[in-house]
């Protein structure tokens, strides 16, 4: 009998603030036999529109959000875990609410799953990471970006979020660790830092209303031009229309713009992965296999 697989996420004003949710979760019903969507209460209509997906498989979960919950991101741990708690399957595989997994990988990442669920010694999957930004044509490439992140995990096992991207693992109540993980042999694609400036801006100020930080304002000319790459691949079918009306369309880096000193040591950073083969982006993941 094959393994089963839930996914999930949570959401909460999508719309307002830019994110293609309905088409994250659309790209990842085909693999899943649940979906499960923590959606907070909004100043917008993202709920009717995930009703509106009406497929069977999608569960919904409501909920309130601490808004008093203000300490290192913790609020977007507690919503993801309330998603991820309601899961039933082998595996859960979590999607936030601007990526997107490609139709032609699928296939792949099931056979993964297939490939490792037998072996107790695999924890999770590490997907390959790209990260467009200011423009459906370009790519991070700094290692100030993590390049491959954990998106599916036992939901046999003992983990948590310290905040909405990562997992722990823990055993026997000891402290947590990173999951041990293998390769899922495929790609999230990132559009959080392609919606509109506007959108992008609201966005991040939400965040920093919750890590109790500040924001600056979105430009995106004005970031290192030596931290991009363009993006030789295709993009996944579904996001065909998000990417025509809602992504911006050109990046034009101002050609005045002085990187600061954080920019300057990633580019040094990213010369020294060139000539050694290192990879000094940051991971939350131990590959055994």
């Given amino acids: 009998m094959s393994a089963s697989i839930s996914g999930f996420t949570f959401i909460r004003n999508g719309v307002e603030l830019g994110f293609p949710f309905e088409e994250s979760i659309r790209s990842l019903l085909p693999l899943v036999d649940e979906f499960v969507v923590a959606v907070g ?19 919904i979960v409501e ?27 082998d595996w859960a595989f979590y999607l936030e609410g601007d990526e997107v997994v490609h139709q032609t990988e699928l296939a792949a990442i099931r056979a993964s799953v297939d490939r490792h669920h037998a072996n107790p010694a695999v924890e999770a999957l590490v997907f390959d990471y790209h990260h467009f930004y200011g423009t459906p044509e370009l790519i991070a ?61 609201k966005k991040l100020e939400q965040v920093s209303k919750y890590w109790t930080s500040t924001t600056k304002p979105v430009v995106y000319s004005q970031t290192d031009r030596r931290a991009l790459a363009r993006f030789k691949g295709t993009h996944p079918e579904i996001m065909k229309e998000w990417l025509k009306n809602e992504a911006e369309q050109i990046l034009d880096i101002d050609p005045h713009y002085r990187p600061t000193k954080k920019e300057k040591k990633h580019h040094f950073m990213q010369k020294i992965e060139a000539f050694t083969g290192l990879d000094f982006s940051r991971k939350h993941f131990k590959l055994v296999a």
């Fill in 63 to 89: 909920t309130i959000w601490n808004e008093r919950m203000a300490d290192r991101g913790f609020v977007y741990a507690q919503q993801k875990m309330i998603a991820q708690y309601s899961c039933t399957g």
């Fill in 141 to 201: 490439v700094s290692p100030a970006w993590y390049r491959r992140e954990c998106r599916l995990i036992r939901n046999t096992i003992r983990s948590y979020a310290p905040d909405g991207q990562y997992w722990l693992v823990t055993q026997e109540h000891k402290r947590g660790r990173n999951p041990r993980a293998a390769l899922a042999n495929a790609h999230i694609y990132h559009y959080g830092w392609i919606r509109q400036g506007e959108k992008m801006q």
């Fill in 41 to 59: 209460k909004s100043n917008d209509d993202t709920l009717a529109r995930i009703r509106s997906i009406a497929d069977p498989k999608i569960r």
